[in-house]
């Protein structure tokens, strides 16, 4: 039964890649200035996902909508990245947006839904 269902997923992943690639969202333009404020904000947060994954997808997709330069870490294909998401986490469920604060403290954000509301909360242009 895995083994079908590898060859099932397989050529939907690629097309759901194929149509994120061929349907990029065009990002916001700021003024530099305003960018490299963003920019500086992001550096503390870490996308754990799979690149086929439609839930990571959506929030990749969203990322682009605001400009969003954040690091992404590929769950499925790096061990140490699975392995930094279910010791930090404690699950190994993409995606997973890592959120440090300027004291330290980490917060692991499972849901794509609330990531996405994170996201706009954190950076919708005003």
Known sequence: MGFIMRIIRWPIGALLIFFDWLFTPKGISRAPEAQTVIDDQTKNL??????????????????KRHSLVVEKKDAKRCEVARQELLAGGGKQKVPCLKIQDQSGN?????????????LQKQFAPE
Request: proline fraction near 3%.
């Open 106 to 118: 980490v917060n692991w954000m499972y849901e794509s839904s609330e990531i996405i509301q994170y």
């Open 46 to 63: 870490t996308l754990y996902h799979f690149k086929a994954c439609p839930f990571c997808i959506k929030v990749r997709r969203e990322m």
